[in-house]
């Protein structure tokens, strides 16, 4: 079965850090360019990041560069996103997604609120 399933979501402190996981399975993860987005509660989803099939080339929205960075093992399948400095506007069901937008998780949520 062709899936991507995020981990790591949860309630943090302004200022705080969480990592995302994303497993995939039932695809060659290793050749895909790989993105995060995220979608705030009444909002529509918002393009957070990309990272290249190799990992060499990544790519940011200006709301969260310097303090989130992409990652992925492509060894393991796994696509990470390391979130630092967390703003209540980081809020929002974060989710992982292939760059050609065939395959895409079931989302984590993060909350960031004191």
């Known amino acids: 079965e062709v899936q991507l399933v995020e981990s790591g979501g949860g309630l943090v402190q302004p200022g705080d850090s969480l990592r995302l996981s994303c497993a995939a399975s039932?695809?060659?993860?290793?050749?895909?360019?790989m993105s995060w987005l995220r979608q705030a509660p009444g909002k529509g989803p918002e393009w957070v990041t990309t990272?290249?099939?190799?990992?060499?080339?990544?790519y940011y929205a200006d709301s969260v560069k310097g303090r989130f960075t992409v990652s992925r093992d492509n060894a393991k399948n796994t696509l990470y996103l390391q979130m630092n400095s967390l703003k209540p506007e980081d809020t929002a069901v974060y989710y992982c997604l292939t760059t050609d937008g065939l395959v895409r998780g079931q989302g984590t949520q993060v909350t960031v609120s004191s």
């Open positions: 039932g695809f060659t993860f290793g050749s895909h360019g």
């Open positions: 990272i290249v099939s190799g990992g060499g080339t990544t």
